[in-house]
């Protein structure tokens, strides 16, 4: 059976569309159906039933792609990596939102990069959602942590952990609208504070504002930057308002050099999740970490 062939397949099968796979691959639409009948004469079944929108493996189709697809994300590893490189070596290739990552996949994952037999080596990239999910499903990584759950059969999403979102300020800040618990009638009171983002649409504080006041922001972003960590930091130096997640300001918030200027019944939340190619869980490497990241996620909360 070419392997060629089953590339194809197990492509097709991921992602549920010739049109997606033929783009994940650098093929035309035409060549990679050709190549999946080309596959189904040779079997003598169908793997897929054509759909209005995409295709749905058969029982065939599903028990080919179990079979087929991690014998082939293994033969891809080896042509990246080379015949000689030890399986203690392997590279785990992980992406996710810069501030979790870094904050808190990284730390956790580090741990297993020691030589004790089972390590590997372990290479990150950053990115939003929409970035770590189409570079996942390309190749490009092995693992993503992502804030939106993908469709299709391409990839595989396991909840991770969520995180809470703490409206906050510096001290004197506070001190300007008077109190620390305003109930949601109050908001008006932060309209004078300048807003603090990661970008001109405000995602956090829009989203704070829409679950909690049930309203728009009350001010475009005065200070607009890229990483969370720097609003936090131009949160502390009493720049302005910011929605952040809890862990990233607990430090400050204990050190007294921001303080919450809301503290509603049900603070917003949003769920991270965890992020693999179909099928790659058969890899130990990406199976150990996507583990570990689990076990880690139960302290996390």
């Not at 930091?233 to 910011?242: E, Y």
């Amino acid at each position: 059976m070419d392997l060629a062939l089953l590339r194809t397949f197990v492509t097709v099968h991921r992602a549920g569309s010739f049109t997606r796979a033929a783009a994940l691959l650098g093929l035309s639409q035409p060549a990679v159906t050709s190549q999946i009948r080309t596959l189904e004469r040779q079997l003598g079944r169908p793997l897929f039933l054509r759909q209005a929108r995409g295709v749905t493996p058969t029982t065939m189709g599903d028990e080919l792609a179990h079979k087929a697809a991690p014998h082939l994300d293994a033969l891809v590893e080896i042509a990246e990596t080379g015949p000689d490189n030890d399986s203690s070596l392997r590279t785990l290739h992980l992406a996710g939102p810069p501030e979790f990552t870094a904050e808190r996949a990284l730390p956790a994952l580090t741990e297993l990069t020691g030589d004790d037999g089972q390590g590997f080596a372990l290479r990150a990239s950053f990115g939003n959602a929409e970035e770590t999910l189409d570079g996942l499903a390309a190749g490009h990584h092995d693992l993503a942590i992502s804030t939106a759950r993908p469709r299709g059969a391409l990839l595989t999403a396991t909840t991770l952990c969520d995180e809470e979102h703490v409206l906050v300020a510096a001290p004197h800040r506070a001190e300007q609208i008077g109190s620390a618990k305003l109930d949601p009638k109050d908001a008006p009171a932060l309209d004078d504070l300048p807003v603090i983002e990661v970008h001109e649409s405000l995602p956090f504080v829009s989203r704070y504002w829409a679950s909690v006041f049930d309203s728009r922001p009350p001010a475009p972003g005065t200070v607009i930057v890229p990483d969370l960590r720097a609003v936090l930091a131009c949160a502390t130096a009493g720049a302005g308002l910011a929605v952040l997640p809890r862990y990233l300001c607990a430090l400050a918030l204990e050190r007294g050099e921001v303080v919450p200027l809301h503290e509603p019944a049900i603070p917003p939340l949003r769920t991270y999740f965890l992020v693999v190619r179909t099928g790659t869980l058969a890899m130990p490497h990406i199976a150990r970490a996507h583990e570990w990241l689990q076990r880690a996620a139960i302290d996390w909360g």
